[in-house]
T-cell receptor
């Protein structure tokens, strides 16, 4: 019940395309859902986050879509760029608590 | 400092030795978290503190692992009698109370 399942494991997208990464959870007590971006040799960096009282949040080219009834949320990267090539992790937590991470998606954006 | 600082960046030690990993959080951050990240996996929670109080240590794998944050700032994760299975990247994160967690670049621990 504490797991967060992420898919796909890897993703190749052409420059200018849309990258979509999906996550699903079971624990209805989760109330905070961040996405992290990680480059090789660096720690995860917070990209965007959402709480379950909204269905969508957009920041620049990055959008989170949240479906509370289905217990699913997804990250959409519009106009994907080679510089977006990284590993992306979804996560979930209860307020102030530990983050439960998905398994990660390795995104490669081809020029 | 500007971000979460972890030291050492790399630690190689022989099986059976004790190791201490240090985390210096972002100034003013109340909460401090420790995670372990295996290659190709997401970080896995170990323990966390609010100020100097350890709030949750449910992720510590066994009693060889311990953590402290005596003055509510710098934290040390200690692994006693290290085993090869302890080899991993150990990451620290900090946050304002209830705020987003900011990660350091980690300590790569290798047990020979």
């Amino acid at each position: 019940q504490q797991q967060v399942k992420q898919s796909p494991q890897s993703l190749i997208v052409q420059k200018g395309g849309i990258s979509i990464i999906n996550c699903a959870y079971e624990n209805t007590a989760f109330d905070y859902f961040p996405w992290y971006q990680q480059f090789p040799g660096k720690g995860p960096a917070l990209l965007i986050a959402i709480r379950p009282d909204v269905s969508e949040k957009k920041e620049g080219r990055f959008t989170i879509s949240f479906n509370k009834s289905a217990k699913q949320f997804s990250l959409h990267i519009m106009d994907s760029q080679p510089g977006d090539s990284a590993t992306y992790f979804c996560a979930a937590s209860t307020e102030g608590g530990k983050l439960i991470f998905g398994q990660g998606t390795e995104l490669s954006v081809k020029p | 400092g500007a971000g979460v600082s972890q030291s050492p960046r790399y630690k190689v030690t022989k099986r059976g030795q004790d190791v201490a990993l240090r985390c210096d959080p972002i100034s003013g951050h109340v909460s401090l978290y420790w995670y372990r990240q295996a290659l190709g996996q997401g970080p896995e929670f170990l323990t966390y503190f609010n100020y100097e109080a350890q709030q949750d240590k449910s992720g510590l794998p066994n009693d060889r692992f311990s953590a402290e944050r005596p003055e509510g700032s710098i934290s040390t994760l200690t692994i006693q009698r290290t085993e090869q299975r302890d080899s991993a990247m150990y990451r620290c994160a900090s946050s304002h109370f209830g705020g987003p967690q900011h990660f350091g670049d980690g300590t790569r621990l290798s047990i020979l």
